[in-house]
Structure formats: structure tokens, C-alpha cells
T-cell receptor, first 113, second 110 residues
């Protein structure tokens, strides 16, 4: 069974559209994250949720809005997509805040044309 | 969190030990050293972490110098599947995120 899953794996869309990426973990973890890996391969934290509560919100445009309906899910909704949003987005989870081991999903490659 | 410096790339022969260095000269007393790796097109994977003692698990060993200003990740018998980008991260244990740098691209060659 996949520990952290993301859908879709690939997402191609046009500028100005709104899209969502879903993330689910079946590990029973309390904390979930979204990371962005750009074309230069730098991986940066975007958001962190603990028990459905936002803990970290890095300097991310407010077009990006995470939604956590329950502890097992953290979805990422992006409004008014821009070319610069093209990247690979990774969801991750850990068993608690600050826990050393984060489990990452397979990533969603978003391409904005 | 302290900054880390890693060589951009390294090669290693299959079956030999891979020794990946990391400098973290500004590390604070309460900051841990973490290692993750990212195999091509996959999400990062936790390898090992430590504070000041050397650590070993089924994947690797972590050697931290006495002054804690540098560390080395050792893969004892590298295989082709160990080809990946290896990230050294220094972080206060209570922080909620991992801040990844550029990492070291390790290529294991037959």
C-alpha cells in the first residue's frame, strides 16, 4: 500500500486556470506538508499542517490555498495559474511536529502553458 | 537553521563505500544533522540523522566530527540503485520543516 499518495501525477493546464492537487496518507500521521521543487531542483517548504491546523505558511502567493478536510488529507488548490507555478509539487507527512522522518509522496508535475 | 555545504557531484564504483561530506560550520548545539536522498523522479527519502554521536542504521552510517562542524554519510556498499541526490540538512529538532539545499548528486558506476 502506498504510504503517501498524490493525484494527479501529471497536470498540464493553461495560464489563468484553477487546479487542485490531492494528497492522502495512510500512515496515521498528524502532520502533513507541501513542498515545491522548481526547475533548478531546489525543494522548498510551502505549507505545514498539524492536526488540520496550519503551522507553516512560507512566503507563498495567496493564490495557493491548502485545505485539510481531515488528518489524512492535505489538498493544494491553486488559483489563476501562472507560468512560474510550473514545478513538481510534493506532499509529505510525519508522525508529529518536528519529527525527524518525513514520508514523501511521488510528486505531481504541474506544467502551466 | 545552519547552512550546509556539499560538493555538487561525486562518483562511486559499485560495491565500494560512498563517503558523502557535508560542512555545517555554523551549527548550533541544539541542531541535528539529517540526511535525505532523492532518486530521480521520486520524492525524497529519509536516510539517517544524528546530534553528536555517530549513528548507523540499515541504510547508512553517519559520522559527525567532534566539533560538529562537519559530517560524512557513508553508504558501505554502494549499488546502482543508490544513484541519487543526497541532501544534508541541519535543523533544530522541534522545527516542523526540512530545508533542502542543492545536495550532492551521487552517481554509482558499474
Amino acid at each position: 500500500d502506498t504510504a503517501v499518495s498524490q493525484t494527479p501525477k501529471y497536470l498540464v493546464t493553461q495560464m489563468g486556470n484553477d487546479k487542485s492537487i490531492k494528497c492522502e496518507q495512510n500512515l496515521g500521521h498528524d502532520t502533513m506538508y507541501w513542498y515545491k521543487q522548481d526547475s533548478k531542483k531546489f525543494l522548498k517548504i510551502m505549507f505545514s499542517y498539524n492536526n488540520k491546523e496550519l503551522i507553516i505558511n512560507e512566503t507563498v502567493p495567496n493564490r495557493f490555498s491548502p485545505k485539510s478536510p481531515d488528518k489524512a488529507h492535505l489538498n493544494l488548490h491553486i488559483n489563476s495559474l501562472e507560468l512560474g507555478d510550473s514545478a513538481v509539487y510534493f506532499c509529505a507527512s510525519s508522525s508529529g511536529q518536528g519529527y525527524y522522518e518525513q514520508y514523501f509522496g511521488p510528486g505531481t508535475r504541474l506544467t502551466v502553458t | 537553521d545552519a547552512k550546509t555545504t556539499q560538493p555538487p557531484s561525486m562518483d562511486c564504483a559499485e560495491g565500494r563505500a560512498a563517503n558523502l561530506p557535508c560542512n555545517h560550520s555554523t551549527i548550533s548545539g541544539n541542531e541535528y544533522v539529517y540526511w535525505y536522498r532523492q532518486i530521480h523522479s521520486q520524492g525524497p527519502q529519509y536516510i539517517i540523522h544524528g546530534l553528536k554521536n555517530n549513528e548507523t542504521n540499515e541504510m547508512a552510517s553517519l559520522i559527525i566530527t567532534e566539533d560538529r562542524k562537519s559530517s560524512t554519510l557513508i553508504l558501505p556498499h554502494a549499488t546502482l540503485r543508490d544513484t541519487a541526490v543526497y541532501y544534508c540538512i541541519v535543523r533544530v529538532d522541534s522545527n516542523n520543516d526540512m530545508r533542502f539545499g542543492a545536495g550532492t548528486r551521487l552517481t554509482v558506476k558499474p
